[in-house]
Structures are given as C-alpha cells and as structure tokens.
C-alpha cells in the first residue's frame, strides 16, 4: 500500500511526515540504549528480507496482489523501535531507488507502515501473548499481529487519502480495509511460516516478556 | 556476536538474496490492493512523478543495464538487499569508529 505522489495533500504530507520523523527520532533514541553490534547486524538482515519478501506480490482474487508489509515479522524479532527503523529503511530505500512509493508520500508510507504496522503489531502480539505461553496461543499472536497490522495500516492510508480530499472518505475506507483484510491473511501466512523456522533454529531471538533484543 | 549469530546473518542474507532474485521473478504482475481500489474509483490518474524518473537508480524495480526482462528484476532485487545491507554495514562502522574514540 505504498501511496504514490499526488494521492495525498500538502497538509497530510506535511503533518504524515512530521508524526513520522518524530516517531523515528523516538525509535532511535529507544533503539540506542542497548545499541551494539549484535542488534544492527540483526537489524540488517532482518531488513534485507522484509525487503526481499516486499518484492513477491501474491495474487489475490479480483486481479489484484498483496504483498508483505513486515511489520509484525520485525516486532517479532527486533521489538518495536528497531522493527520500525528497519521498516522506515526499506520504505526509504524504495522511495528513492525504486521509485516505489512517492518521495513526498513518504511520511505517510512511513507513518502508515513504519510506525502504525509496527506498533500495532507489537501491541496485538504482547496482548495475546500475555494470556498463556502456549505454542498454538503463539502463533494466534503472530498470525494475529501480522493481518491486524495491515488491516489497520490499510485503514489508516484510506484515511489519508479521505482527509486529502482525493476520494470520498467512506468509499476509500471500506475498499481498503476490504481488500487488505483478505492481502492481510497472506500477510499471516507469510509471517507465521518465517517466525515458525527462526524458531525452530533461534528460538533465543523470538521477543518474548523474558527476553528482548536487549 | 558468536557464532551461532554469524550463523543465522549469513543465512538470513543467503535467505533474502535467493528471494530477492529468484523468487522475484514469480511475482504477481497484478495491481497492489491501493491501486486496484485507485483503478475502481478512478483516481489512479491522481499519481504524479514530482521527481523525474531518470533519477532514479532502479525506476519499478527494473534494471535498466540489461535488456531480459528476468534478469532486470532479478538484478534490480540484488541491488536492493547489498543497498540495504550497506545501509546497515555504515551504520556499523559508524558506530565502531565512535566506539573507538571513546
């Protein structure tokens, strides 16, 4: 759901950008208290793959394609502040070298997948995962987390476009909550397939109320 | 860092590059869940390019130095995961040399 320049107004790039950069000046300034070697290696891998993942589309019914957001895949493993600088990269990186999601709608494509995705997740993941410490309630979580996020995500760029004034605000929101509820399972499937095998070799590096990044 | 962790990066960046150009190609070819909802009700055409595409490195995922089709998306995912690697590598040094100074 990377929005492309143009869909979004001068007022929600403006205010999209500034709730992002402060979001992130936050997630740095988190992420730098247990900073060390370990975590941006892991921080790097984990981004190379989102992004790696983000460039297989999954065909949907309707002739349409999804495709990974990432967000919950982060939390999962990095925790909140750097699972939302890792998102932030790849969204970056695709904005300026791919031409994949305007350079102005930036801040949205952050604000959307970057802050919202993450944090949603984390909140989705924690609130589930505080009821029992079972496998099956485990993935619940994750699979939870994963189509949640994007369903939220989606909901919220449809706000955007909405408060732009680029389509009508109930249309654009049902549309897209739509689509994504159903881009959302992928999503979860993907997501659960990956945590479900770093768990079976790592399972050290699956954030857990015992056991973070740091 | 042990070994085990050196273990798990390198097959995570093995992971993502086998994904990035080989699974790449398999992609679908079909509009993402925002354009297709733009598609539907018409404001696709709202999208403008405020940066001319020639600056681009890698516009839509294509690398433009060869001219197969596979190999443009192949190559064009590569790019993406050492970018972003090295993205990661500089903050690393980065915070070597501050390390270093302290």
Redesign the interface.
């Known amino acids: 759901?990377?929005?492309?320049?143009?869909?979004i107004d001068l007022k929600t790039v403006v205010s999209t950008a500034a709730v992002s950069a402060g979001g992130l000046a936050a997630a740095i300034y988190k992420v730098k208290s247990y900073?060390k070697?370990?975590v941006?290696?892991?921080?790097?891998?984990?981004?190379?793959?989102i992004?790696?993942?983000q460039?297989?589309?999954?065909?949907i019914p309707?002739?349409?394609?999804?495709?990974l957001l990432g967000g919950a895949l982060a939390v999962i493993v990095l925790g909140p502040h750097a699972g939302a600088i890792v998102i932030a990269?790849?969204l970056i990186?695709?904005a300026?070298?791919?031409?994949?999601g305007?350079?102005?709608a930036l801040g949205a494509n952050i604000f959307n997948m970057a802050i919202v995705g993450v944090y949603s997740s984390y909140l989705i993941y924690w609130l589930i995962g505080r009821m029992s410490k079972k496998r099956t309630i485990f993935f619940i979580s994750v699979a939870a987390a994963s189509w949640l996020s994007v369903v939220i995500a989606?909901f919220f760029?449809a706000l955007e476009l909405g408060i732009s004034g680029?389509?009508a605000l109930g249309?654009?929101l049902k549309?897209?909550v739509g689509?994504?509820s159903i881009?959302g399972i992928g999503e979860a499937v993907i997501t659960v397939a990956v945590i479900a095998f770093i768990n079976k070799?790592?399972p050290d590096?699956i954030l857990t109320r015992e056991r973070s990044l740091q | 860092m042990n070994r085990r962790d050196y273990t798990f990066i390198l097959v995570g960046i093995i992971a993502a590059l086998v994904i990035a150009m080989f699974v790449s190609v398999f992609a679908s070819p079909f509009p993402d869940g925002l354009e297709k909802v733009a598609e539907n009700h018409g404001f696709i055409d709202k999208a403008e390019q405020i940066i001319p595409e020639s600056i681009f490195l890698i516009p839509d995922y294509v690398f433009g130095a060869v001219d197969n089709e596979l190999w443009q998306t192949s190559l064009a995912g590569l790019s993406g995961v050492l970018i972003i690697l090295a993205v990661f590598g500089a903050v690393y040094l980065i915070y070597k040399a501050a390390g270093k100074k302290k």
């Open positions: 759901m990377h929005i492309p320049d143009g869909f900073f070697a370990k941006i290696a892991l921080m790097g891998v984990i981004s190379a793959l992004f790696a993942l460039m297989i589309n999954f065909s309707g002739g349409t394609s999804g495709h990269v790849v990186v695709q300026f070298v791919f031409m994949d305007g350079v102005a989606s760029a680029t389509y249309i654009t549309a897209m689509v994504h881009i070799i790592r590096l």
